[in-house]
């Protein structure tokens, strides 16, 4: 193989490997061209004649191509030569050259994909070809519409309800429409449909897929979409006015495939093709996990003509229901009819007329034969009506066609074999796929059915999955239960492994090492990064879990097992820590990491824990934001949700706080097991949810924590006093908490005793004892004594503030005292107590850094250390008093001098540290803020201002001084004097007038004076005067009035903006005060150093670790988890019910309502307008009806009259001839009874004979019987195997008892006559429940009885030996010939597809009921076992039999007097 074949190979293997992965790379669009095209040229071909034979037309072959489209080697064909043609001998394929996409031009249309492709493309490369190359997403639905192929007029109600409807059920189920493709008559009316919809929506995820499937060669101007290397876009236009008798493509289809069969200008080359790939796509599964369910398909038929009704019938045929529109004209017409008629009411005279009033002048092309065969069809179709529904505009229930579509469907599926359970689940698993919750409320959710939980898993799956979280709440409302649906962790696995593309699952891959599969330690280890370092992992290796279940609650611990532990990327971190099995919060943690809104509000309305999920989610969603920078509308949506579940957390908090401000606060200190360990308020802190802080319940927890044992109440000048005269404590004259709480313990106990007093009339102390003595105290409170008294007081957070107020001024004051009074060159006493009280706050700090009460680790706590404005303040000051220290010690007089100048510098730094102790103050607290966030503008702003006051002072400096060689004085110059020229002081230098030889040097000599400018010979300055001051007026006009005032618009737009946010963010940052003064020492520095030697000792030598603030973390028993859970869940339903109410009263809310109402009254109105019209023509046909009843009446009289000879003086009057219509006639409307309507076999009538080719005659159902005369009838003659003698008179001799079958001869059957079967019935009783044993048929797919025919003198079939075992077969053949338990439940004729006019099938029928654990006994092996062919199945209707079988089942269920 050469190069030049081996490059095209090498080209295609390369783009069909990069394709399989380019689901995850951007692949170029020429690339994605390029690897199109080659898999198209290898796998789709066209049809081309290779054999030109004129027609008689000359220049036209018998294909329909003129000469010029055929190639040399067909128009001189040398291997054809003296041949007629042939289309299946001289039609060959070749690599298709018309492929691409599709653009049709104008306002709204967008580019679709197009592909020309023989008749014979297998159809899974039809629908391989859709799904992966022009990535389709698989159909949940297949609606095929068919009629008429021509224009048609259609009633402008009825085309708006058809077209609202098809969009509807297409845009909301995600299914596919197929259509003709072109731009005539039913495909037309489904591009406008589409048209419609896209003119009316932009999103591009909603688009409708819309496959017109159309013949190549009737195309109208198709050789614009020819090219070999494909046209990306072919420019198609339509000419409806030249087409003559070709047709143009509908321009509002997506996807054309052309079936080319090597023809020109036949139509129909498209059907079969069409029907194997409905075939192919109802065989695949739905969505994306295996279920059993396949796509379902719905044929839409809308008026048509003798080819719609094959299309239904094999549609039908196939168990595919159909949907007729009556009023659509001719064929639905004729159909929609006699849908509710009996079959017997269903004769050749009311199709003729039907077909006469529908198809008008085109009845009179119709040939006899054609009628009956119609009307064959057409009976059979009504035969089963479980797969037929016809869409009546005036008919309530079905008034919206996409309702009628749907319900067409569960309506075949409910009267399919698969009844019950797998029936209801396989409904609801469709109406999942279809998104269709009011389908699913109205026909699956009724009051007659019951589900349990574990039938709606798969289908719960599947909402999930599919983010339909409308589905998901029916779910739950109709009985899932979450804790049930998530007890297998592989379903959690499972969803993981389901996400959607999102920045989660991004991150998520990236912790899956070398691509492997993802698990849920991966998923805790990245949830653990979001949500902060101090929580511990939800999940935790397979091999070290061991759940714990817990009694009355919805959550079960899980525990490492031995051994086992969890390394994560985290600092500190020892063992593997326990978790928690919380479904609630797993299917919300699931939701919210793929940034579901509606299905996370579900979930989380199913959390127990509920305000902690709504904070851990609002910090989950800020951090994957803040890491997801590079996708604006991502982050954007997340931040959004983050915001919104924050809201929920105040909402659920306010409504607790409102109802218990105890019970409330202890939520908000409770560990929560189900998220790592974690407080609400910590999340709430870590989320930066200062809203949620800033809640006055949150405040008032910490102003609890703020006042210590101290009552919140008291006055705030009483605790400065007792400070410092703290015997006041014992005098009452400072309350505290406890004894405020015992107080109200009393007034409580009070309240009860006089409660008890006037209820029971005695008095209560008289009860105390024997009450005492039967119930517990109800507190343990403990009047405080003088220890605990002085202890609370001066360990009360608020105290230690104020001491350390008082410390750090005195510590100000000394290093004040210090630097301007007492600086020796030997430290003093005053400077020593200096060092040792910077020593303490020294201490302090380090302290600070490693106490870690949150369990944070030393690396966060550095980070969360250094991101604190005010401790890098601390750090400074410390560090250049360190240095200012170290030469203030030095002998040298300079570097003395500097470390006194780096110490004045660290006290103005010590000084503004002053500023934190102020930000507790709630009027100072907010002003600092705000000068915080105006230095942050007044640093950028010094950008700008530094441009203008460079530029002019260089060019200043440069037009005056010549060659400035000094560097302070080019400063002084070029930066200092026009910095100082925007306050007002104005340089003299610029102007002559101004200018003294006196302020300057004339070549720098003097280094106090600057260099005077370039002179003339007269000691006066030789500068443009003009041009300097210009400038200066330019630079104040600039610097001074506009960069100023700008200035001042940034700090009054900052201002206003923090203004209405300073108090949420000073109750934010107050959180972090109060944390730190409630873990500080009690002493104030310098005295804090023993607190430090202490800490010192019990921690480093006595290894005692540290207690965690118990103010901000508690743990709580079970019990009282539960119980505070539960009143939190309470809490939660109240705050939605709120929600709901005020949403319900809201103004939008109202008007919606009300557009709504006017909406259906609207339509009302119409309908009762149609359904009016409707009736009246209705009764004008009952009343035509019953006057031509009345006229036969009469005209029966009188001819019963005159037949009797009876006469009239005057003559009979003529009576008036009415014209029937439609409606059947008396004799054919009485009928037959159903009875005698069963005796018409109906399978021996089937249009094609089993394992044949072979078609039967037609034959309506009143033709059957040999006695009505049916002239036209000539069935062919068929044997399968040949026959000895052929002659007529032999075929003759034997006939059909049942009738007519459309077919003479032997056909399948051994003999002509009746061939004998016998089918025994062989019962058993199991567990209750009368079985009967069945063989599988897999061509009829169903279950047939074990029999076949049977031996002169022999009781059971031959077959039924080798089918069961000669044992088994011997002991069944006894207990007949015993006739113990034997009865013959039927014997005579056979429905039978194989039935012929001449040979037929004859049954005998009996049941055995026998003890077959007694017939197993003793012997052997073989009867331990069946075969696997043979299967014991239900005496039940829900078995699936052939029809005569399920009436024999039914009478044995008589016999033995169960229910069927």
Avoid at 79 to 92: A, K, V
Avoid at 149 to 164: C, E, G, M, S, V
Avoid at 709 to 738: H, S
Wanted: hydrophobic share 40%; net charge neutral.
């Amino acid at each position: 193989m050469g190069e030049t074949a081996v490059e095209p190979v090498l080209v295609h293997t390369l783009a069909v490997s990069v394709a399989k992965t380019s689901r995850y790379l951007s692949l170029s669009p020429s690339f994605q061209r390029c690897s199109l095209s080659s898999w198209i040229k290898e796998n789709i071909k066209k049809k081309e004649c290779c054999f030109y034979v004129e027609d008689g037309r000359e220049g036209i072959c018998m294909c329909g191509y003129s000469k010029v489209h055929h190639t040399d080697e067909a128009i001189k064909p040398e291997e054809f030569m003296g041949e007629r043609w042939d289309q299946n001998r001289h039609i060959r394929e070749a690599p298709t050259d018309a492929f691409g996409d599709i653009c049709f031009g104008g306002i709204g249309q967008k580019t679709g994909k197009y592909i020309r492709v023989s008749s014979e493309t297998s159809a899974e490369v039809l629908y391989q070809l859709m799904t992966e190359r022009w990535k389709l997403h698989p159909p949940n639905l297949l609606i095929s519409v068919t009629g008429g192929a021509k224009n048609f007029y259609i009633k402008t109600h009825l085309k708006d309800k058809f077209r609202r409807g098809l969009i509807k059920v297409a845009q909301s189920t995600g299914a596919w429409i197929l259509t003709g493709g072109t731009h005539t008559g039913v495909m037309k009316h489904v591009g406008m449909a589409v048209r419609d919809y896209t003119l009316s929506s932009s999103s591009v995820e909603g688009q409708i897929v819309t496959i017109g499937i159309a013949t190549w060669g009737v195309i109208h101007n198709r050789q614009t979409l020819v090219h070999p290397e494909g046209r990306f876009p072919a420019h198609y236009y339509l000419d409806e006015q030249g087409q003559g008798r070709l047709s143009c493509l509908d321009v509002n289809h997506s996807h054309f495939l052309l079936v080319d069969d090597g023809t020109n200008g036949h139509y129909g080359a498209e059907i079969e093709l069409r029907g194997r790939l409905e075939k192919l796509i109802s065989d695949q599964p739905l969505g994306k996990r295996e279920s059993g369910v396949k796509i379902p398909v719905v044929c839409v038929v809308l008026d048509g003509g003798p080819g719609t009704l094959n299309t239904i019938y094999n549609s039908m045929m196939n168990s595919t229901p159909c949907v007729i529109l009556e009023g659509s004209g001719r064929l639905a017409d004729v159909i929609a009819h006699v849908a509710g008629l009996p079959v017997s009411k269903v004769t050749l005279a009311l199709i003729q007329r039907l077909m006469k009033r529908f198809f008008g002048e085109e009845f009179e092309s119709f040939s006899e034969i054609k009628i009956i065969e119609w009307t064959k069809k057409i009976q059979d179709i009504i035969r089963m009506p479980q797969l037929l529904t016809v869409f009546r505009i005036d008919e309530d229930k079905n008034s919206d066609l996409d309702v009628a579509i749907l319900q067409a469907f569960l309506k075949a599926s409910r009267s399919s074999f698969s009844v019950g359970k797998q029936n209801r689940e396989r409904q609801l698993e469709l109406a999942v796929a279809w998104n269709r919750v009011d389908i699913a409320e109205s026909e699956i959710f009724t009051e007659e059915s019951q589900w349990k939980s574990s039938d709606l898993h798969q289908a719960m799956f599947s909402a999930l999955v599919g983010h339909k979280p409308e589905f998901v709440r029916l779910l739950l409302e109709n009985g899932v239960c979450i804790r049930q649906f998530l007890q297998d962790e592989d379903t959690l696995h499972e969803l993981y492994t389901h996400l959607p593309s999102c920045l989660f699952l991004r991150k998520l891959a990236k912790r899956a090492p070398g691509g492997s599969k993802i698990a849920l330690s991966h998923v805790a280890v990245e949830v653990r990064h979001l949500l902060g370092s101090f929580t511990r992992p939800l999940y935790l290796p397979a091999p070290a879990r061991h759940r714990l279940e817990i009694s009355n609650y919805d959550i079960s611990v899980t525990l490492p097992s031995k051994g086992h532990g969890l390394e994560l990327p985290c600092f500190g971190e020892e063992k593997a820590p326990d978790t928690v099995w919380d479904p609630g919060r797993d299917l919300f943690l699931w939701s919210v990491l793929q940034n579901k809104r509606e299905l996370a509000e579900i979930a989380w309305e199913e959390c127990s824990d509920c305000i902690a999920a709504a904070l851990a989610a609002s910090k989950i969603l800020k951090k994957l934001a803040r890491e997801g920078g590079d996708n604006g509308e991502e982050a954007e949506s997340m931040r959004e949700l983050a915001s919104h579940y924050e809201k929920r957390a105040i909402g659920v908090f306010s409504e607790c706080h409102s109802c218990d401000e105890q019970r409330a606060q202890k939520l908000l200190t409770r560990v929560s097991s189900s998220w790592g360990g974690a407080t609400c308020l910590r999340l709430a802190l870590e989320a930066d949810d200062k809203s949620f802080i800033a809640h006055s319940g949150v405040q008032a927890l910490l102003t609890q924590i703020w006042c210590g044992e101290v009552a919140v109440d008291n006055p705030q000048w009483k605790l400065p006093l007792c400070m410092f005269f703290f015997p006041l404590i014992y005098t009452g004259f400072l309350a505290f908490r406890r004894d405020e709480a015992m107080r109200r313990e009393a007034e409580r106990t009070e309240e009860e005793k006089l409660v008890m007093d006037s209820i029971t009339g005695f008095c209560s102390d008289d009860l105390n004892k024997s009450h005492n003595r039967d119930q517990p105290p109800k507190s343990d409170l403990r009047p405080l004594n003088c220890w605990t008294r002085l202890l609370g007081l001066f360990t009360c957070p608020q105290v230690k503030f104020y001491w350390n107020i008082a410390s750090y001024f005195g510590f100000l004051w000394l290093f004040a005292v210090v630097l301007m009074m007492d600086f020796q060159p030997t430290p003093s006493w005053r400077e020593l107590l200096l060092y040792v009280w910077l020593t303490s706050l020294v201490c302090e700090e380090v302290r600070q850094l490693f106490h870690d009460s949150d369990g944070f680790g030393l690396q966060k706590k550095a980070k969360l250390y250094i991101k604190d404005l005010w401790n890098i303040l601390d750090v400074l000051s410390i560090v250049l008093f360190i240095t200012g220290l170290a030469c203030r010690l030095q002998a040298n007089g300079t570097v003395f001098y500097v470390g006194k100048v780096i110490l004045c510098i660290d006290f103005i730094i010590f000084c503004l540290r002053l500023m934190a102790i102020f930000t507790i103050s709630r009027t100072l607290g907010p002003k600092i803020i705000i000068v915080r966030r105006m230095m942050m503008d007044l640093f950028f702003f010094m950008f700008l201002l530094s441009i203008w006051v460079v530029a002019y002072g260089v060019a200043k400096q440069g037009i005056l001084i010549q060659n400035e060689e000094r560097f302070n004085w080019i400063v002084r110059g070029a930066v200092y004097e026009p910095y100082l020229v925007i306050f007002g002081s104005l340089p003299a230098s610029i102007d002559n007038t101004q200018f003294s030889m006196d302020s300057c040097s004339v070549n720098a000599t003097d280094p106090l004076k600057p260099k005077c400018p370039v002179l003339n010979e007269d000691n006066i300055p030789v500068f443009p005067e003009w041009l300097t001051i210009i400038m200066l007026c330019v630079y104040l006009l600039f610097a001074n009035i506009l960069l100023l005032n700008l200035l001042i618009a940034i700090f009054n737009y900052t201002f206003t903006e923090v203004q209405d946010n300073t108090d949420i963010i000073w109750k934010f940052q107050r959180y972090e005060l109060i944390k730190e003064y409630h873990s500080r020492p009690a002493l104030p520095p310098p005295f804090i150093l023993l607190s430090h030697l202490y800490l010192l000792i019990t921690h480093v030598f006595l290894q005692r670790s540290s207690q965690k603030h118990r103010q901000f973390r508690q743990e709580l028993s079970q019990s009282e988890e539960e119980e505070l859970l539960s009143w939190e869940s309470f809490m939660k339903d109240n705050y939605l019910a709120s929600l709901r109410q005020d949403k319900s009263q809201s103004v939008e809310h109202r008007i919606q309502d009300t557009a709504e109402k006017v909406g259906t009254m609207s339509e009302l109105l119409e309908r009762e307008h149609e359904m009016g019209s409707a009736a009246m023509m209705k009764r004008l046909a009952r009343l035509e009806e019953q006057v031509f009843q009345s006229t036969r009446a009469l005209q029966w009289i009188m001819d019963t009259l005159k037949s009797q000879n009876f006469k009239s003086k005057q003559e009979a009057p003529s009576m008036a001839c009415v014209s029937k219509g439609v409606e059947s006639k008396p004799a054919e409307s009485s009928g037959q009874d159903p009875e005698q309507e069963k005796t018409h076999h109906f399978y021996a009538r089937q249009h094609r004979y089993p394992g044949s080719t072979v078609k039967r005659f037609p034959v309506p159902e009143e033709k059957v019987p040999w006695e009505v005369e049916f002239t036209p009838y000539l069935p062919p003659i068929y044997n399968q195997q040949e026959p000895r003698d052929l002659d007529a008179s032999a075929l003759d001799s034997y006939r059909n008892p049942a009738g007519r079958t459309g077919m003479k001869g032997r056909g399948a059957l051994k003999s002509l006559g009746p061939n004998y079967v016998v089918d025994p019935i062989i019962t058993r009783t199991e567990g209750g429940v009368l079985e009967f044993l069945a063989v599988w048929d897999p061509t009829a797919e169903c279950w047939n009885f074990p029999g076949g025919p049977a031996l002169p003198g022999e009781p059971l079939p031959e077959r039924l030996k080798t089918t069961l075992g000669v044992k088994r077969y011997q002991k069944i053949k006894a207990k007949m010939e015993s006739a113990a338990g034997v009865k013959e439940v039927f014997k005579g004729y056979v429905d039978d597809s194989r039935n012929t006019d001449n040979a037929w099938v004859e049954t005998t029928v009996i049941t055995v009921h026998i003890d077959w654990r007694s017939m197993l006994m003793g012997d052997g092996s073989e009867m331990g076992s069946w075969p696997e062919v043979l299967q014991w199945q239900d005496v039940s209707s829900k078995t699936p039999v052939c029809p005569y079988q399920q009436e024999a089942l039914r009478l044995v269920a008589q016999l033995h007097h169960i229910n069927f």
